[in-house]
């Protein structure tokens, strides 16, 4: 009788332990320690439920898993969500469950938080493909081509193994989407800069920056969140025709604030500014008696201005050009022409040089001096010659105009 009754107890005893064990269903979240570790999967006993799970390697991480034992050993307590049964007897029963999926849930509740409160993440770049950029964030997550930088880029292999910052443009989880915005982060922090610039940037300072666009009218120089325009005429003290004869793209320049309008976003430089002025220590280069090469700029009916230095030109007169009598200067010179010239005279405040070709030359032995022409011949432009209607006709119309007040 006893015996019987414990075999009854027995009986009953095994039939409340199989009770007691929760059921396992597909989708729910448990708790399972590893029993074993095998090449390619880990073995777990799921808590709470008397069964054994199956976690293949490739569903413990998130990451690529070359070698199991690194992540997991045996005693380990791992949170896994049940993908499927395996068994169909639930005394012997199996389940296929999974680390990874758990781990990736909870990461795009994350990136959802992130997404909702606009807040900027960072990931590395696990791989460059057709059209943009993969990066890991606990999820895969896609850079489009268009959304890398705020700029035309031809190779994004450099991206590979970078860590960037991005904004998260869109998100869905059920469809495992996740695309992510690098260009975006850049041009806020552009514009972030670009208004402290404008509001600390004032007329007269003086600023490093570099070369970004060259276009026919000016150079675009980056000032280090924005772009300033040097005009072609305020880039060399000496003529260019356009910007490329003198700098290039990338070229690091000092560069003076012309002005500065914030409203619109316009900032006005100078390269010239910054540089030595073509007529500083002009005294000392062309002292008088001082023989330079020049070039002939302009000609005018009463002289030629010849280029000595870039920047600076002198004129000789038409009675300095030939011992022998000419009626224009262009009987004798042309523009471009190259001539060597004597400094007669310089005046560094009116920016003005008086030039002689003839005192460099031997003077013919049948030459007549030159007669000084009426003033009414000329006709003297306001231009900026720097030259009064006395340095053009010379001395010997000073002095008949001595002369003359004498006579009165």
């Given at each position: 009788m006893t015996e019987l009754n414990n075999q009854v107890d027995g009986t009953e005893s095994m039939a409340d332990a199989l009770e007691s064990f929760?059921?396992?269903?597909?989708?729910?979240?448990?708790?399972?320690?590893?029993?074993?570790?095998?090449?390619?999967?880990?073995?777990?006993?799921?808590?709470?439920?008397?069964?054994?799970?199956?976690?293949?390697?490739?569903?413990?991480?998130?990451?690529?898993?070359?070698?199991?034992?690194?992540?997991?050993?045996?005693?380990?307590?791992?949170?896994?969500?049940?993908?499927?049964?395996?068994?169909?007897?639930?005394?012997?029963?199996?389940?296929?469950?999974?680390?990874?999926?758990?781990?990736?849930?909870?990461?795009?509740?994350?990136?959802?938080?992130?997404f909702q409160a606009g807040n900027i993440i960072e990931a590395p770049v696990t791989d460059v493909?057709?059209?943009?950029?993969?990066?890991?964030?606990?999820?895969?997550?896609?850079?489009?081509?268009s959304m890398v930088e705020d700029h035309f880029v031809a190779d994004f292999s450099a991206y590979k193994g970078q860590t960037l910052a991005f904004k998260i443009v869109e998100i869905e989880p059920s469809e495992n989407r996740l695309i992510l915005s690098h260009k975006a982060v850049v041009e806020a922090e552009k514009a972030g800069k670009k208004q402290e610039l404008l509001s600390s940037i004032q007329e007269g300072d003086i600023i490093e920056g570099t070369v970004a666009r060259l276009t026919d009218f000016g150079a675009f120089v980056d000032l280090g969140?924005?772009?300033?325009?040097?005009?072609?005429?305020?880039?060399?003290?000496?003529?260019?025709?356009?910007?490329?004869?003198?700098?290039?793209?990338?070229?690091?320049?000092?560069?003076a604030v012309l002005g500065v309008d914030p409203d619109r976003e316009r900032i006005s430089l100078s390269i010239k500014d910054t540089l030595p002025g073509p007529w500083d220590n002009i005294e000392e280069a062309a002292a008088p008696g001082t023989v330079l090469d020049g070039t002939v700029k302009r000609l005018t009916s009463f002289g030629a201005f010849v280029e000595v230095f870039p920047g600076v030109e002198?004129?000789?007169?038409?009675?300095?050009?030939?011992?022998?009598?000419?009626?224009?200067?262009?009987?004798?010179?042309?523009?471009?022409?190259?001539?060597?010239v004597k400094v007669l005279e310089v005046n560094p405040?009116?920016?003005?040089?008086?030039?002689?070709?003839k005192a460099l030359e031997e003077k013919p032995a049948d030459a007549k001096e030159d007669e000084v022409e009426e003033a009414d011949d000329y006709v003297m432009p306001?231009?900026?010659?720097?030259?009064?209607?006395?340095?053009?006709?010379?001395?010997?119309?000073?002095?008949?105009?001595?002369?003359?007040?004498?006579?009165q």
């Open positions: 929760g059921e396992v269903k597909i989708g729910d979240v448990v708790r399972g320690e590893v029993l074993a570790v095998e090449d390619k999967q880990a073995i777990v006993g799921i808590e709470g439920a008397g069964v054994e799970g199956v976690v293949p390697a490739k569903e413990l991480s998130t990451l690529p898993v070359e070698d199991i034992n690194e992540i997991i050993k045996v005693g380990d307590v791992l949170d896994l969500v049940v993908i499927s049964s395996i068994g169909k007897d639930k005394e012997n029963g199996s389940y296929l469950l999974s680390k990874r999926r758990l781990d990736a849930k909870k990461v795009w509740e994350d990136i959802e938080k992130e493909v057709k059209g943009g950029l993969v990066v890991d964030v606990g999820v895969r997550g896609f850079v489009p081509a969140g924005i772009d300033g325009l040097v005009h072609v005429s305020e880039i060399s003290h000496s003529h260019i025709a356009k910007p490329s004869d003198a700098l290039k793209v990338g070229d690091k320049v000092q560069v002198g004129l000789v007169h038409i009675s300095q050009i030939s011992h022998k009598h000419i009626a224009t200067p262009h009987e004798v010179l042309h523009e471009g022409d190259e001539v060597k405040q009116d920016h003005r040089i008086a030039l002689s070709i306001e231009e900026s010659t720097g030259f009064s209607m006395g340095d053009i006709l010379g001395a010997a119309l000073k002095n008949d105009s001595d002369a003359a007040d004498e006579e």
